[in-house]
């Protein structure tokens, strides 16, 4: 076609389908569609324009809420509006070609998105579960240094100590001070470790590496305190008692208090400052569970409320949570939803098998199915369908439940199938003899009206090629399958065929006709004779 007759169609055409896009889109599809469309018609290759088309437009296109009959539709438009023209012929095989690719590839880009949301789907469940374990944590300080500092002081100030300190265990067996009360700086003089060395066999290292409370009663005689024993009497320090600290059966470090008498830890004593310890590793462990709470709300706010999935929290059968596609695919606002019972948006017919399932899932979850489709019920009343993925987050009685809504895909589902019952419903009852077969002539089914014209039993014909079934003359085939797809090239060209029937001469009348199925050619022939019988033979693949 000339560029002038392109332009005008192509203008023609783009003026009634941006009204469907953003202006954004709208100038970026304006800008590179233009291009595709002038290869087209200019008759390159359909199959390398469509190779060319970048998935990152096609993803865009796809996320402003293009759907596939939506190409479909628009490809439609411009085909009209290329027929006006007397060059369509010459394009219009190009074209035929064209949109098939084109939708298989924006099928391809529609399922890794799909996949990329179920992923992103995935990592926010993930999230919410470690969520919920943290709010159940309990914190007893602000800043972990600063509650380390204060037990430290407490123990020296107000239990007469003459020092206390603690470290952190390092992955590379040394022991870091983190924190310290008393007189000096002594934690920072020394050096511990809590490897199996001389530095690691005294009471803090040891404690770490052990496991367990280790005490030194007398700092001047224990062989075990030799490598401070200089520095601890210096300062007056005459037994030491080491306890291990402990965050998620992991032993993070110790906590060491320095007595200025020998023996100075009894039973009773010893006692009551593992108790300090064990609390003070629960207060470690709810402070870090805090900051660890932080990120993940964090990570909420990227993963939950971005991810373009519907996601729910119920518990004790009422939404604790509902993010912001939830509240655009049920016109609910959060605050509407929250503390309601789940159940608002089910039909009241499903309610009580969704309830059964759902208490099901909470007794035993490996019972209950994870995945299925549910029907649900907007702010307006609509029935819409959706496919649910539940899970209830460990230790909790709470469920995570994200939807994935299917609604436009079930309609498009019942369309098929009811197009799909009234062709077979022709098929099956045309009087005229229908023949489907791939392109090369193998027989894939046939109908009554068929058998009955050709005299022959489903299982003779099926995986046959209808060249083969000794209708025609050997010596005439070449030039018949010649004819016959030389019609195919031609709309609705008739062909008369002579075929042996029973021992009788009789002639056919053939109209090919090009049709699809799946994105794959296939040829639709009417057939009938010239006898008082008709008959219609399709060949499709």
């Known amino acids: ?37 002038y290869a087209l018609l200019s008759g390159e290759d359909s199959e390398k324009i469509v190779e060319q088309i970048d998935d990152e437009l096609i993803e865009r ?11 479909v539709r628009r490809m439609e438009l411009f085909a009209n509006k290329l027929s006006e023209y007397e060059e369509f012929e010459k394009v219009a095989k190009n074209f035929a070609r064209f949109v098939p690719a084109l939708l298989r590839k924006m099928l391809g880009v529609y399922e890794r998105i799909l996949q ?56 590379d067996k040394t022991v870091k001070p983190v924190a310290a009360s008393g007189n000096d700086d002594y934690a920072w003089v020394i050096k511990v470790t809590w490897n199996d060395s001389e530095t690691g066999r005294g009471p803090v290292g040891s404690s770490i590496r052990l496991r367990k409370t280790v005490v030194v009663r007398e700092t001047d005689a224990d062989e075990s305190f ?13 037994s030491v008692a080491a306890i291990p600290l402990h965050v998620e059966n992991e032993v993070i470090g110790s906590l060491a208090i320095y007595a200025p008498e020998p023996d100075a830890f009894d039973e009773e004593e010893l006692s009551l400052l593992e108790e300090l310890a ?11 569970e805090k900051k660890e ?13 971005n991810t373009g999935t519907a996601i729910l929290v119920i518990e004790n059968g009422k939404i604790v949570f509902a993010n912001k596609e939830v509240e655009k695919l049920s016109g609910y606002s959060r605050e509407e ?102 392109v090369d002539t193998t027989i894939l089914d046939c109908n009554n009206a068929a058998l009955r014209m050709f005299g022959m039993r489903r299982e003779d014909v099926i995986g046959k090629k209808w060249t ?74």
């Open 116 to 171: 990329e949301e179920q992923e992103r789907r995935k990592r926010a469940e993930r999230a919410l579960r470690v969520l919920s374990k943290v709010n159940e944590a309990v914190t007893r300080a602000s800043d972990e240094e600063e509650l380390l500092k204060e037990v430290c002081r407490i123990i020296v100030e107000e239990g007469g100590y003459a020092y206390a300190w603690v470290g952190y265990a390092e992955k």
């Open 226 to 238: 030799k490598p401070w024993r200089e520095e601890a009497l210096k300062r007056g320090f005459r």
């Open 468 to 541: 083969e079934l000794g209708l025609f003359d050997d010596a005439k085939l070449p030039e018949i399958m010649k004819e016959f797809y030389r019609g195919l090239s031609e709309e609705f060209r008739e062909l008369d065929l002579e075929v042996n029937i029973g021992g009788k001469l009789k002639i056919l009348k053939v109209f090919p006709v090009i049709s699809r199925n799946n994105f794959t050619p296939q040829t639709t022939t009417p057939l009938c004779t010239q006898t008082p019988f008709q008959q219609v033979a399709s060949s499709k693949r």
């Open 1 to 37: 076609m000339d560029s002038e007759s392109i332009e005008k169609i192509w203008e023609e055409w783009f003026k009634e389908v941006s009204k469907e896009f953003s202006p954004e889109l709208r100038v970026v599809v304006k800008e590179r569609i233009k291009g595709y469309i």
């Open 61 to 71: 296109i796809i996320r402003s809420g293009s759907k596939p009959e939506d190409v």
């Open 337 to 438: 939803l929250v503390g309601k019972p789940f159940t608002i948006l089910l039909p009241e017919e499903d309610r009580k098998e969704i309830l059964r399932i759902h208490k099901l899932r909470l007794a035993d979850p490996e019972s209950a199915p994870r995945q299925y489709e549910i029907k649900y019920v907007d702010k307006e009343g609509r029935i819409r369908y959706a496919i649910i993925t539940a899970t209830v987050i460990p230790g909790t009685k709470r469920v995570v439940v994200s939807l994935m809504d299917i609604t436009e895909a079930k309609e498009m589902e019942r369309k098929l199938k009811e197009s799909e019952e009234r062709y077979r419903a022709v098929f099956e009852n045309s009087p005229l003899g229908i023949v489907l077969a791939s």
């Open 293 to 305: 709470k932080e990120m993940l709300e964090k990570l909420y706010e990227l993963v939950v409320e």
């Open 278 to 288: 064990e609390s003070l590793s629960n207060a470690i462990a709810s402070l870090r």
